[in-house]
């Protein structure tokens, strides 16, 4: 069964202040790991997709990075409004794009 | 372009009640798929579909219908509400290979 796990549940940074968020996963052959962005009462909002080990993508402040078992998304010198839940799902080969399986999320909080 | 389009945005209903969900897209799409998101649960789908005429159940598919009559439509219908159905759900589409694009969701409480 294809599982998605997403650590820590919450973070709280200080602006300017770098970190890293985990997603850890388990799949029966990847299609692609997503990462989404979602702001309180709001639909999930896209990021990055990856495809491959060693793939890295940037955005503004966000970078992510894939390993065979785990994604990270790296945000550097945050901002108060990058304040949001940051959502993990994949995609196996056998299921195909008709399913994404999500981690619960992290919940980050920028103070200023 | 308004992407994907849900209504409405906020349902309350009595236990036993049905109602339907509304998604639209504008974008083409061939996949759509609704999930529902709990706190602690994260997103769990429930039924999706791949094109027209075409659908199937996902993780979550007790007690809800959908059916597929035109690439833009894919209404979410519940059958006979259940406190259980409480939940923010969210509908989604995808060309395939890209990401999923979300709607804004409906938040329903059922009573």
């Known amino acids: 069964e294809d599982q998605v796990t997403q650590s820590p549940e919450a973070l709280r940074l200080q602006e300017g202040e770098s970190s890293s968020l985990n997603c850890s996963y388990t799949?029966?052959?990847?299609?692609?790991l997503f990462w989404y962005r979602q702001d309180p009462g709001k639909g999930p909002e896209f990021l990055f997709t990856l495809y491959s080990a060693g793939e890295e993508k940037e955005k503004e402040r966000l970078k992510a990075t894939l390993t065979k078992k785990e994604s990270f998304l790296h945000i550097t010198a945050p901002k108060p409004e990058d304040s949001a839940t940051y959502l993990c799902a994949v995609q196996s080969t056998i299921q195909g794009a008709q399913k994404l399986v999500f981690g619960q999320g992290t919940r980050l909080t920028i103070n200023p | 372009n308004a992407g994907v389009t849900q209504t409405p945005k906020f349902q309350v209903l009595k236990t036993g009640q049905s109602m339907t969900l509304q998604c639209a897209q504008d974008?083409?799409?061939?996949?759509m798929s609704w999930y529902r998101q709990d706190p602690g649960m994260g997103l769990r789908l429930i039924h999706y579909s791949v094109g027209a005429g075409i659908t199937d159940q996902g993780e979550v598919p007790n007690g809800y219908n959908v059916s597929r009559s035109t690439t833009e439509d894919f209404p979410l219908r519940l059958l006979s509400a259940a406190p259980s159905q409480t939940s923010v759900y969210f509908c989604a589409s995808t060309p395939g290979y890209y990401g999923y694009t979300f709607g804004s969701g409906t938040r329903l409480t059922v009573v």
């Open positions: 974008m083409n799409h061939e996949y």
């Open positions: 799949v029966s052959g990847l299609r692609g």
